[in-house]
């Protein structure tokens, strides 16, 4: 076998070209359980994502999971699905086409596409397409908001991992996190003022939940900084509200296996305000920048019902930045400022024209 990639056709005197790829975690192709479990088989199976030792953990979730799990998480998928495929692609293929408008208006002329960590399209995919396009200054932009081992670190160890296999290697640089960068704790803030705005200023009895994506307890233990960014977002998101501290509360979901993970949890939180007496929850998932299972149907759906059987009154969730313009000025904000230095301006004599063309794509993709 070859040990790099055939090289695709180069043409001499082609400008250069540089491009953002926007990287989110994945999902599966369609709703059934063959599809999920393809998808979760490959999600994993990643060690960073489950460090367990190799051996054990290949007869656990071989032997159990990939046979009990596809048909209960099937039945949770197809009841988000939308007409248009999974939520979540959805959502980062409109931020995509949203994001290059965006930076088209600040002056930038580059690619904008998107990849999965698991599932399709991959990253080694999208990046084989993207140099084919030209492209030799390429910014890796992972959708996580707070840095984790097994959400950023596995996209770039994909991405290094491509790089291996390439003669003539484009020049990469990616964005670590951005838990605390300003626009995004601003549409953050924005999107909750608008709720409650719709819905009325919450009263007395009262908390916002902040709920992130849960990691097992022994991340933290071994110096993964995910909990420190979470509670970092949380806290600037509250002074960002003007809240005090017993007006929210910030939480982790979607607990895996039987390990202890980072506390508290959000299931037993939502119970325990109901029992408390506490009337009205919102509940915000900052760790998402777009909806998708864990927000939709965890949350939106399954967080209620554990609120109400509680004696829990009035349940809101607030939906995710997906495609609001507060968000993608954010977004385009973090891009920007990683690809100082690469040649990416508009000539002035072509920024009007191409400016105008880039607001037309972006508006078509978000009607």
């Given at each position: 076998?070859?040990?790099y990639?055939?090289?695709?056709?180069?043409?001499?005197?082609?400008p250069?070209?540089?491009?953002?790829?926007?990287?989110n975690?994945?999902t599966?192709?369609?709703?059934?359980?063959?599809?999920?479990?393809?998808?979760?088989?490959?999600?994993?199976?990643?060690?960073r994502?489950?460090?367990?030792?190799?051996?054990?953990?290949?007869?656990?979730?071989?032997?159990?999971?990939?046979?009990?799990?596809?048909?209960?998480?099937?039945?949770?998928?197809?009841?988000?699905?939308?007409?248009?495929?999974?939520?979540?692609?959805?959502?980062?293929?409109?931020?995509?086409?949203?994001?290059?408008?965006?930076?088209?208006?600040?002056?930038?002329?580059?690619?904008?596409?998107?990849?999965?960590?698991?599932?399709?399209?991959?990253?080694?995919?999208?990046?084989?397409?993207?140099?084919?396009?030209?492209?030799?200054?390429?910014?890796?932009?992972?959708?996580?908001?707070?840095?984790?081992?097994?959400?950023?670190?596995?996209?770039?160890?994909?991405?290094?991992?491509?790089?291996?296999?390439?003669?003539?290697?484009?020049?990469?640089?990616?964005?670590?996190?951005?838990?605390?960068?300003?626009?995004?704790?601003?549409?953050?803030?924005?999107?909750?003022?608008?709720?409650?705005?719709?819905?009325?200023?919450?009263?007395?009895?009262?908390?916002?939940?902040?709920?992130?994506?849960?990691?097992?307890?022994?991340?933290?233990?071994?110096?993964d900084?995910?909990?420190?960014?979470?509670?970092?977002?949380?806290?600037?998101?509250?002074?960002?509200?003007?809240?005090?501290?017993?007006?929210?509360?910030?939480?982790?979901?979607?607990?895996?296996?039987?390990?202890?993970?980072?506390?508290?949890?959000?299931?037993?939180?939502?119970k325990?305000?109901?029992?408390?007496?506490?009337?009205?929850?919102?509940?915000?998932?900052?760790?998402?920048?777009?909806?998708?299972?864990?927000?939709?149907?965890?949350i939106?759906?399954?967080?209620?019902?554990?609120?109400?059987?509680?004696?829990?009154?009035?349940?809101?969730?607030?939906?995710?930045?997906?495609?609001r313009?507060?968000?993608?000025?954010?977004?385009?904000?973090?891009?920007?400022?990683?690809?100082?230095?690469?040649?990416?301006?508009?000539?002035?004599?072509?920024?009007?024209?191409?400016?105008?063309?880039?607001?037309?794509r972006?508006?078509?993709?978000?009607?």
């Amino acid at each position: 076998m070859p040990r790099y990639l055939p090289e695709p056709a180069w043409r001499h005197g082609s400008p250069a070209q540089t491009a953002v790829l926007l990287i989110n975690l994945g999902t599966p192709d369609a709703p059934t359980a063959p599809a999920v479990r393809r998808y979760l088989k490959e999600f994993l199976s990643d060690p960073r994502v489950v460090e367990i030792p190799r051996p054990i953990w290949w007869l656990i979730l071989n032997g159990i999971i990939l046979r009990v799990r596809p048909r209960r998480s099937a039945e949770k998928y197809a009841s988000v699905w939308a007409a248009e495929g999974s939520p979540l692609k959805v959502h980062v293929e409109r931020q995509a086409t949203l994001l290059r408008g965006f930076l088209g208006q600040a002056g930038h002329r580059v690619v904008v596409d998107y990849a999965m960590r698991y599932g399709e399209p991959s990253i080694p995919a999208k990046l084989s397409q993207l140099k084919a396009g030209g492209c030799t200054r390429i910014l890796l932009l992972p959708l996580y908001p707070q840095y984790a081992a097994s959400t950023t670190a596995t996209a770039v160890d994909v991405a290094c991992g491509w790089l291996q296999s390439v003669r003539n290697q484009p020049e990469i640089r990616t964005v670590r996190s951005f838990a605390d960068h300003p626009g995004y704790i601003a549409a953050l803030a924005a999107s909750v003022r608008e709720h409650w705005a719709s819905n009325g200023q919450p009263g007395a009895s009262y908390r916002l939940v902040m709920s992130f994506h849960g990691l097992p307890r022994y991340t933290l233990d071994k110096g993964d900084p995910y909990h420190c960014e979470c509670q970092k977002s949380g806290r600037l998101l509250a002074e960002a509200l003007s809240l005090a501290a017993e007006q929210y509360q910030i939480c982790f979901q979607s607990r895996f296996g039987r390990a202890e993970w980072l506390q508290p949890y959000t299931a037993p939180t939502l119970k325990a305000l109901g029992k408390q007496g506490v009337q009205r929850v919102d509940v915000i998932c900052p760790g998402f920048p777009a909806d998708c299972l864990e927000t939709l149907e965890e949350i939106a759906i399954e967080g209620r019902a554990e609120f109400t059987r509680a004696g829990g009154t009035e349940y809101h969730y607030v939906p995710c930045l997906n495609e609001r313009d507060d968000w993608l000025h954010a977004l385009a904000d973090i891009a920007a400022g990683h690809l100082q230095g690469w040649p990416t301006r508009l000539p002035t004599d072509q920024s009007s024209l191409e400016v105008s063309a880039l607001r037309a794509r972006a508006a078509g993709a978000s009607s």
